[in-house]
Nanobody, 118 residues
């Protein structure tokens, strides 16, 4: 079992920045990758960014490439998500995700609201 706790959402003006944090606990040795998904009202949940824990390789959705950065601190079992140059279309509930090596089971955080509005 893996538990994920997110923090850092909130309200920000267009062009502003936010940092999301996701801390994993439980069977953390089994985590292959962690990522951030988002779901806007009336839309499907979409992958925004993912990082492989061992090695640190990353992937990003094209809509956020160059603006958002995902990173990890293995000692703290934490993944960070720096979001810069935020746009109103980035408004969504952001979910932390962990994928388990081998079984590829997914675990989810509770979600944190990000609202970009003037």
């Amino acid at each position: 079992q893996v538990q994920l706790v997110e923090s850092g959402g909130g309200l920000v003006q267009p062009g502003g920045s936010l940092r999301l944090t996701c801390t994993a606990s439980g069977s953390i040795f089994s985590i292959d990758s962690m990522g951030w998904y988002r779901q806007a009202p009336g839309k499907q949940r979409e992958l925004v960014a993912r990082i492989i824990i061992s090695g640190g390789s990353t992937i990003y959705a094209s809509s956020v490439k160059g603006r958002f950065t995902i990173s990890r601190d293995e000692e703290k079992n934490t993944v960070y998500f720096e979001m810069n140059s935020l746009k109103p279309e980035d408004t969504a509930v952001y979910y932390c995700n962990a994928v388990i090596l081998g079984s590829w089971r997914n675990y989810w955080g509770q979600g944190t609201q990000v609202t970009v509005s003037s």
